[in-house]
Every structure is written in structure tokens, then in C-alpha cells.
């Protein structure tokens, strides 16, 4: 995630103030919008049946329906743990793998899935540690690694060979996404076909990108962390509510949708500590260099065809800092597709936007 760290913002204070309104819940309020059927899961008869809590067995299925796309999930073991897999689509059409952010789960990707499953065989799945995947090691030593970026995509190349997605798939990444899915690229880029890149800075002012990001370094305060468990109001700051602006959107996105990430990161407890090793175990993300030069290189074997997707009102992520991007790769096979009047979360700001832009990059692999 790219934006304004609210301890920046709002301050520690007001952030308290906002997260204590409801910190008398234990859990997520139910939504009272009439919306939430269209997004709400309908489960249909299939055995063996995944729990609606964790854990679920690994390899049961469940098939719901979301705003009419009729999903499948199911439980894969791969790499020692367990991920939740939703899949769409005919699996003998050509493969879209989708990889989310923070404080993202798989179902920010539902609109594209979506519109996208006629013709493809879309599977998106949580993070380790987000949603319903597993969330190894909550308390470890500073010293461990379980959460940083390389291990993580040697574990995702695990999962996708259980999934049988080993050649010509099309990947789709967004945020901590992007920055997973860029090592996935260096360590596993023949399984791809080609890359739609958003929402991560590459090239650019590495000591700008380290100075604007502040949370960088407040994701890993053990008080900022503690202060967004149990309540909602940490995805309302950043996603918006009530046809209020989140701190770092352009476009109002609505209640029901607000809820349902809501519902996903905090199904398991341990998500907001979690999220946080994500950011302690890579202080890389501190270094101006692994923006400036080292993602670069990280990209610059692969052949296949790359978006990089930017939001032009990502306030922390200005679209400058990429319009020279692609003049960096000599295969001139790096395109900039900017997706106007959207702030950081596209997939809800502008869903058609994001996904023609995958429809372009798909038609460039071909």
C-alpha cells in the first residue's frame, strides 16, 4: 500500500479516536446495504464443503456468486500452509493470475474477474498471512524472514504449480502485490506471458519514493499496528465510507464494497500483525536504491510484455515518477497506461479502466 501514513496525516491521536468508536466490537458490524446481496456470497451443494471459519480442509470447495459471476474456492496446500484459491472461468481457457495488496484479500479483484471469466480462466488467491490463507508465524524474532518478499514468491511458485498454472499465464499484481510479484518475475518468468504492473513505484527518485512513503517505517510500530486491530477503522481511512474519500482516492467507493474488504482482512485476527511483518521483514522498501535501480534490473530478463498501470490522482505515487520508466528496457516491450481520474485502489475507482488494461496487455502477448 502507497499512500499518506495516517500517523502522518491524522495523527496518532485522532487515528486512536477513529478506531475507538468501534473498538467495542469484536468483529465487523453487519452492513445494512441493500447492495450486499450482489456481493455477499451465495453458497451452492458441493463436497466436500469448505468451513466458513478457519481451518478449512485442504482441497474442499465452495461455489458462491458475486455481483453474478458464479466463483469457485477452494483450500491448496503448497510450500508447508495452507492458501485460499478463487477461481472463475473455464480452466481450459487462457490463465490471469491476480495478486492483491494491503490491505487487500482476493475479492478486490472480483470486478475484473468478472468481466474477465468469459473468455479466461481467472484465479486470484489471499496473500500468506491476509484473508483466509494461512498466517504463519504471528510472533517471531526480528531476525526471521517469514515475510519477506523473495521467500513469499518462492512460496506463490509453489502454489502455482499445484494449480497447474505453469506456462503462458498473464499476471496481474497491485501494490505489495507488485512488489511479490516482481521477485516472482526474477526467480520464476517463464511461467508468464506478460505483466499488468500497478500501483508500485520503479525507477524514478528512489530518495523521493523512500520520503513520501512514510509508512514505510510506521507499519512497523508495534503501537500503530495495535491500534488498527479489532476495528474498522483502518480500511474505512484508506478505502473511504459513506460516500466520504479514503486518504488516498479520487472516486467515492460504495459501503457494500467497503465492508466486504473490511470482512476479508479481518477474518483472521492475526492480519493487522501479519501486514506488518510484511513491512519489517523488507527493509529493502527503505533502501532508494531498490526502487531506483534494483527493481529495474530485477525486470529487465523479462521478455514478455509489461503495463505499468498508475492511478493519475495516486497522490503518493505521482505519474512523473514513471514517464520515463519505459525508456529504460531495451525491448521497448514496457508500456506506461495511466487510468485516469482514480486514486490508489483502481479495481473499485475505475474497474472498466483496469480492466481494459488488462485486455490490452493480454492482446499484446498474442
Same mark, same amino acid.
Given at each position: 500500500?502507497?499512500v499518506r501514513?495516517?500517523?502522518?496525516?491524522?495523527g496518532?491521536?485522532?487515528?486512536?479516536?477513529l478506531?475507538?468508536?468501534t473498538?467495542s466490537q469484536s468483529?465487523?458490524?453487519?452492513?445494512?446495504?441493500?447492495?450486499?446481496?450482489?456481493?455477499k456470497p451465495?453458497?451452492a451443494?458441493t463436497t466436500?464443503?469448505?468451513?466458513?471459519q478457519?481451518?478449512a480442509?485442504a482441497?474442499?470447495?465452495?461455489?458462491?456468486t458475486?455481483? @453474478?459471476? *458464479?466463483f469457485?474456492?477452494?483450500? &491448496?496446500d $503448497?510450500? =508447508?500452509m495452507t492458501?485460499?484459491v478463487?477461481e #472463475?472461468?473455464?480452466?481450459?481457457?487462457?490463465?490471469?493470475?491476480?495478486?492483491?495488496?494491503?490491505p487487500?484479500?482476493w475479492y478486490?479483484?472480483?470486478?475484473?474477474? @468478472?468481466? *474477465?471469466?468469459?473468455?479466461h480462466? &481467472?484465479v $486470484?488467491? =489471499?496473500?500468506k498471512?491476509?484473508?483466509?490463507? #494461512?498466517?504463519?508465524?504471528t510472533v517471531q524474532?526480528?531476525?526471521?524472514?517469514e515475510?519477506?518478499?523473495?521467500r513469499?514468491?518462492?512460496?506463490?511458485?509453489a502454489?502455482?504449480?499445484q494449480?497447474?498454472l505453469?506456462r503462458?499465464v498473464?499476471?496481474?499484481?497491485?501494490d505489495?502485490?507488485t512488489?511479490?510479484?516482481?521477485?516472482?518475475i526474477a526467480?520464476d518468468?517463464?511461467?508468464?506471458?506478460?505483466?499488468?504492473?500497478?500501483?508500485?513505484?520503479?525507477g524514478g527518485d528512489g530518495?523521493e519514493i523512500?520520503t513520501?512513503?512514510?509508512?514505510f517505517?510506521?507499519?512497523?510500530n508495534p503501537?500503530f499496528?495495535?491500534?488498527i486491530?479489532?476495528?474498522?477503522?483502518f480500511v474505512?481511512?484508506?478505502y473511504?465510507?459513506?460516500?466520504s474519500l479514503?486518504?488516498?482516492?479520487?472516486?467515492a467507493?460504495p459501503?457494500?464494497e467497503?465492508?466486504?474488504?473490511?470482512?476479508?482482512?479481518?477474518?483472521?485476527?492475526?492480519?493487522p500483525?501479519?501486514?506488518c511483518?510484511?513491512?519489517?521483514?523488507?527493509?529493502?522498501i527503505?533502501d532508494?536504491?531498490?526502487?531506483?535501480t534494483e527493481?529495474?534490473?530485477m525486470?529487465?530478463?523479462?521478455?514478455g510484455?509489461v503495463?505499468?498501470v498508475?492511478?493519475?490522482?495516486?497522490?503518493?505515487?505521482?505519474?512523473?515518477w514513471f514517464?520515463e520508466?519505459p525508456n529504460?528496457?531495451?525491448?521497448?516491450?514496457?508500456v506506461l497506461?495511466?487510468?485516469?481520474?482514480?486514486?490508489?485502489?483502481?479495481?473499485f475507482?475505475q474497474?472498466d479502466?483496469?480492466?481494459?488494461?488488462i485486455?490490452?496487455l493480454v492482446?499484446?502477448q498474442?
Amino acid at each position: 500500500m502507497h499512500v499518506r501514513s495516517p500517523i502522518r496525516v491524522i495523527g496518532v491521536t485522532a487515528l486512536f479516536a477513529l478506531t475507538s468508536c468501534t473498538s467495542s466490537q469484536s468483529k465487523p458490524t453487519q452492513p445494512t446495504d441493500t447492495t450486499r446481496t450482489e456481493t455477499k456470497p451465495t453458497e451452492a451443494t458441493t463436497t466436500p464443503t469448505c468451513d466458513k471459519q478457519q481451518p478449512a480442509p485442504a482441497g474442499c470447495r465452495r461455489s458462491f456468486t458475486v455481483a @453474478g459471476t *458464479l466463483f469457485t474456492e477452494r483450500y &491448496v496446500d $503448497a510450500a =508447508d500452509m495452507t492458501w485460499h484459491v478463487v477461481e #472463475a472461468g473455464d480452466t481450459k481457457n487462457p490463465a490471469i493470475l491476480f495478486v492483491h495488496g494491503v490491505p487487500e484479500s482476493w475479492y478486490d479483484w472480483h470486478k475484473q474477474m @468478472g468481466s *474477465l471469466a468469459k473468455n479466461h480462466h &481467472v484465479v $486470484a488467491f =489471499d496473500l500468506k498471512g491476509f484473508g483466509r490463507s #494461512a498466517h504463519p508465524q504471528t510472533v517471531q524474532s526480528p531476525s526471521s524472514n517469514e515475510y519477506a518478499a523473495s521467500r513469499v514468491a518462492t512460496e506463490v511458485s509453489a502454489l502455482l504449480d499445484q494449480l497447474a498454472l505453469k506456462r503462458h499465464v498473464t499476471l496481474v499484481s497491485h501494490d505489495w502485490g507488485t512488489i511479490i510479484s516482481s521477485y516472482l518475475i526474477a526467480q520464476d518468468g517463464e511461467r508468464f506471458a506478460g505483466w499488468v504492473r500497478m500501483s508500485a513505484p520503479l525507477g524514478g527518485d528512489g530518495d523521493e519514493i523512500v520520503t513520501r512513503n512514510t509508512q514505510f517505517s510506521s507499519f512497523q510500530n508495534p503501537e500503530f499496528c495495535n491500534a488498527i486491530a479489532g476495528s474498522q477503522g483502518f480500511v474505512r481511512l484508506l478505502y473511504g465510507y459513506d460516500g466520504s474519500l479514503g486518504i488516498n482516492t479520487a472516486q467515492a467507493i460504495p459501503n457494500s464494497e467497503v465492508d466486504r474488504v473490511e470482512e476479508e482482512f479481518r477474518f483472521d485476527p492475526a492480519t493487522p500483525v501479519t501486514m506488518c511483518r510484511y513491512y519489517r521483514d523488507n527493509p529493502q522498501i527503505s533502501d532508494p536504491n531498490f526502487w531506483a535501480t534494483e527493481l529495474v534490473a530485477m525486470l529487465q530478463p523479462f521478455r514478455g510484455p509489461v503495463s505499468l498501470v498508475q492511478a493519475t490522482q495516486d497522490t503518493q505515487q505521482p505519474l512523473r515518477w514513471f514517464s520515463e520508466t519505459p525508456n529504460r528496457f531495451s525491448s521497448r516491450s514496457v508500456v506506461l497506461v495511466p487510468i485516469e481520474d482514480s486514486g490508489h485502489f483502481m479495481m473499485f475507482e475505475q474497474p472498466d479502466a483496469v480492466t481494459a488494461a488488462i485486455q490490452s496487455l493480454v492482446a499484446r502477448q498474442s
